[in-house]
């Protein structure tokens, strides 16, 4: 009996956990958890966004305090919802990773470009 393991098997189980649904309902789960958001702006031509998703997200250190402390989105900003956010959160490049307090809507710490692990759990202490 041989147990297949892949890449994948690991990513689901550590890492960051991304809400599924609508940004309305992500900024509704913020609000009752009392939680700020924590939006991954991203498209999918991006290099640095696609290394953050393949060799960042996953960690589970970042993936737990993440999970713990923050509501967790990903908006494709060249989608229909992500182009209504970009309305609201102007970018000045790809991949922006933003801080929101549902409660206001307000940005409370942006950050671009690529982040290496230790960074990102800086950044949200």
Not at 16 to 41: N, P, R
Not at 60 to 79: A, P
Not at 98 to 109: H, L
Request: net charge positive; hydrophobic share 40%; with cysteine.
């Amino acid at each position: 009996f041989t147990l297949l393991i892949t890449a994948n098997t690991f990513a689901q189980s550590s890492g960051i956990k991304f809400a599924h649904g609508t940004w309305k309902q992500a900024v509704q789960q913020a609000k009752k958890e009392k939680k700020l958001i924590f939006l991954d702006a991203y498209t999918t031509w991006c290099g640095p966004c696609k290394m953050l998703q393949a060799n960042v997200f996953p960690d589970k250190e970042l993936g737990d305090f993440y999970n713990q402390n923050f509501i967790n989105v990903k908006m494709d900003m060249e989608s229909a919802e992500g182009e209504r956010l970009a309305a609201m959160y102007p970018l000045r490049g790809y991949p922006t990773l933003f801080f929101i307090d549902p409660n206001t809507g307000k940005v409370v710490k942006e950050l671009l470009g690529y982040q290496e692990i230790n960074a990102l759990i800086k950044q949200g202490k």
